[in-house]
T-cell receptor, first 112, second 113 residues
Framework: QKEVEQDPGPLSVPEGAIVSLNCTYSNSAFQYFMWYRQYSRKGPELLMYTYSSGNKEDGRFTAQVDKSSKYISLFIRDSQPSDSATYLCAMNSGGSNYKLTFGKGTLLTVNP | DTGVSQNPRHKITKRGQNVTFRCDPISEHNRLYWYRQTLGQGPEFLTYFQNEAQLEKSRLLSDRFSAERPKGSFSTLEIQRTEQGDSAMYLC???????????FGEGSWLTVV
């Protein structure tokens, strides 16, 4: 079992839809959770950064962390064609553990 | 501040040749990381520098790979005697603290033919 599981999709939605992206993980030491967006042949761009459980909202993006279920989500409201990209979840335990463990990424296409 | 800069962005090389990638981190960041990403996979950790000290190397980093960060500024990743399995995107990232957010560069694509 991989430490971080993420459905690779692809996921295709119409413009304006609410998108839900998810990851599960097995390492209970993970405390810092990130979502990166990656356009084709580009580097990952940090979208959301969350510590421990709870919700965090930034514009059209909401990140949720449920440590009891080892489950994290990213919601995108009013999705736009420009949101079409691969979304990567990443996490680490903080402290001296600086290595990020990534999911495989979910390929999202938002159709106009 | 223009973010993490990597070059070259693309490199095609013949098997057996040596290649070197350069990374310039965000100026105030003293922590620098190298990751490798293959198609359909998330990035995988290769190595980590705090200032000029290389503090960890992944088992993914075979003895054909060497990374340096002289004077704690830019970093280079050299791959000697390249193999087709080395074809990937090599990503550099930096952060200010261990708990700080980690920012990635645009990556350097390597194709070994």
């Amino acid at each position: 079992q991989k430490e971080v599981e993420q459905d690779p999709g692809p996921l295709s939605v119409p413009e304006g839809a609410i998108v839900s992206l998810n990851c599960t993980y097995s390492n209970s030491a993970f405390q810092y959770f990130m979502w990166y967006r990656q356009y084709s042949r580009k580097g990952p761009e940090l979208l959301m950064y969350t510590y421990s459980s709870g919700n965090k909202e930034d514009g059209r993006f909401t990140a949720q962390v449920d440590k009891s279920s080892k489950y994290i989500s990213l919601f995108i409201r009013d999705s736009q064609p420009s949101d079409s990209a691969t979304y990567l979840c990443a996490m680490n335990s903080g402290g001296s553990n600086y290595k990020l463990t990534f999911g495989k990424g979910t390929l999202l296409t938002v159709n106009p | 501040d223009t973010g993490v800069s990597q070059n070259p962005r693309h490199k095609i090389t013949k098997r057996g040749q040596n290649v070197t990638f350069r990374c310039d981190p965000i100026s105030e960041h003293n922590r620098l990381y190298w990751y490798r990403q293959t198609l359909g996979q998330g990035p995988e950790f290769l190595t980590y520098f705090q200032n000029e000290a290389q503090l960890e190397k992944s088992r993914l980093l075979s003895d054909r790979f060497s990374a340096e960060r002289p004077k704690g500024s830019f970093s280079t990743l050299e791959i000697q005697r390249t193999e087709q399995g080395d074809s990937a995107m090599y990503l550099c990232a930096s952060s200010f603290t261990l708990r700080g957010t980690i920012y990635f560069g645009e990556g350097s694509w390597l194709t070994v033919v």
